[in-house]
């Protein structure tokens, strides 16, 4: 499967039952295609929606996600203005959101909306997500084109928010975020550690039970 499918595929086995959950742009909107068929699970879009479905299906051109891509709702949907859609992020409702990423470091610190120099629309909600949801995970390719790390000791990049992010999914591995530091705790199938150190540019502990990602 190609990398974006991967990372979303694994994202999509960290919820729960009930969970309400918010999904970024980009590979982030791809997880609600994999959420399995016995969990149930909200999908918020920070747009204006609860109940957001998978794409597969997806022909109303006025129904997207805070993307613009089309998507489906599910049964028992609700559609509201942006007052109330932050009003549910703001009030800690929101279990988990799951964020694309420029830089993640160390420390938990998340870069992801502004490259210096580049035109940019705006930060978007993620400044607001990743404070109001109780877990932030990162799903992100583990490396830039340029072959350029993306977990870095510090992030150069302008920061979203410090210390906010718990776990990072990439196309190599798992990372969560610990009070010690950086743990990786699973391999991509046919990933290697040598690969993940040639890449990963933060120091990091390797976990005793690392394990193979299921996907």
Wanted: glycine share 10%.
């Amino acid at each position: 499967m190609d990398n974006r499918t991967l990372i979303a595929k694994r994202v999509a086995q960290e919820f729960k039952d009930g969970d309400v959950v918010n999904l970024g742009i980009g590979i982030p909107t791809l997880v609600a295609d994999y959420i399995p068929a016995d969990i149930d699970v909200t999908l918020h879009s920070e747009n204006g929606f609860t109940g957001l479905g998978p794409a597969d299906g997806a022909t109303d051109p006025d129904l997207t996600n805070a993307g613009a891509s089309l998507v489906t709702c599910k049964r028992g949907s609700a559609m509201f203005d942006s007052a109330l859609s932050f009003a549910i992020v703001r009030g800690r409702h929101l279990d988990a959101t799951v964020l694309g990423a420029l830089e993640v470091d160390e420390a938990g610190n998340l870069a992801n909306w502004m490259v210096p120099g580049k035109m940019v629309p705006g930060m978007g909600g993620a400044m607001d997500l990743v404070v109001g949801a109780k877990r932030v995970i990162v799903a992100m390719e583990h490396a830039g084109k340029d072959g350029s790390a993306k977990i870095v000791k510090k992030c150069s990049l302008p920061l979203t928010a410090r210390g906010e992010v718990d776990m990072i999914v990439t196309n190599l591995a798992v990372f969560h975020v610990r009070p010690e530091g950086l743990v990786l705790t699973e391999l991509a199938p046919g990933a290697e550690l040598d690969t993940v150190r040639a890449l990963t540019a933060a120091d990091y502990k390797v976990a005793a039970n690392l394990t193979t990602m299921r996907v």
